[in-house]
């Protein structure tokens, strides 16, 4: 399995309810179509330690393969997702790929 993970600065303009609203509901029409298994918003509230965090926003999209993935980022559809980005965010995010190499659930620990 691969990812791709946005990562979204605090202080800098985020328009959540759009995020979620429009820019995640457009996703979520065409993930199938595009190889996505699955997918996380996460909304950052705090490190451990009592500090800010470092990011506001974390969204992470799980595919199959890292050919699944490149068949993504090639897609006009994923074209268009990136441009709706300055709709609701006021830089460009940071853009993240990685293999999970060790993962665990309720199901147990899987490699």
Known sequence: MVTLS????????FDDSYYLFK???????VMESLGIRHVEVQQ???EVSGGKPSYH??????FD???ALHGCLASPVWKAAVEDI?????E???FIVADVVWQASDE????
């Open 57 to 62: 926003v974390y969204t992470t999209l799980h």
């Open 44 to 46: 950052a509230l705090g």
């Open 23 to 29: 820019h995640m509901a457009m996703a979520g029409e």
């Open 6 to 13: 946005f990562r979204y600065k605090p202080n800098v303009k």
């Open 86 to 90: 300055r709709n609701y965010y006021g």
């Open 92 to 94: 460009n995010p940071e």
């Open 65 to 67: 393969s890292e050919e």
């Open 108 to 111: 147990g620990m899987q490699r």
